[in-house]
């Protein structure tokens, strides 16, 4: 088991963006499943129609999810002409959705499934097609089933200047929620 970092010392965000995505007093310190999303994950059986990450999905964001270091998950895609709101940059709920996967990866590391039942985003910088751009996302605290998580979204670099910064309530579902799959 590993801690996951706490909102203060999170990397780029000063601390939670509202009193709904703050864990309330006597929330349990996120404890990461040995092996991680995939201990959950095994139980969708190799779906691949995932809007943000599946290798399916044709029209999707095609995310790479990538390591878990100290708590923090990280994965990246990179902004396709397809995804412009404005002319030359990327549409908002591109980034909403991408971010929306983010996290929801860092609940699952928890080693349940989980679906988004809030998610609060702030953008800071606009994000030009072409982008590469790269997701940090990790668990604040865990409140019965909702877990409390974190991320941001940078470009120019996975240290690059913050792009997005957002938080999000995911519920813990059992794995009967996603039957029958879609694909
Ligand atoms: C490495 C690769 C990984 C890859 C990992 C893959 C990442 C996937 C990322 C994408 C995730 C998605 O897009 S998921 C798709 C978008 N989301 C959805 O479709 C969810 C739709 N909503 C629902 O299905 C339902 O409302 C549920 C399951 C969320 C909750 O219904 P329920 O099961 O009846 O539970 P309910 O009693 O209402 O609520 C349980 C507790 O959660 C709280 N709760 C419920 N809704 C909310 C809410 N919106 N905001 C805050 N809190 C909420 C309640 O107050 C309660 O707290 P308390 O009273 O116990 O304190």
Redesign the pocket.
Known sequence: MTSSPSAASSPGRPGPASP?TTPPPGAATPELAEG???V??ASLAGFEG?F??GTDAENGLRIR?GG?VDGV?T?EFTVRKEHQGAPGFCHGGVLA?AM??????A???LGNR?????LETDYLAPVPVGADVHLRAWCTGV????AFVEGEARTGGPDGPVAVRAAG?????PQE?FVPQGS
């Open positions: 709904r991680g999303a995939v959950a994950l995932c943000g990450c999810h878990v998950m994965c959705t929306d996967e983010a996290l929801g990866g609940a699952w590391l989980y679906v988004t039942g809030r409140d019965g089933r909702k309530v995911f519920i813990e579902v929620h």
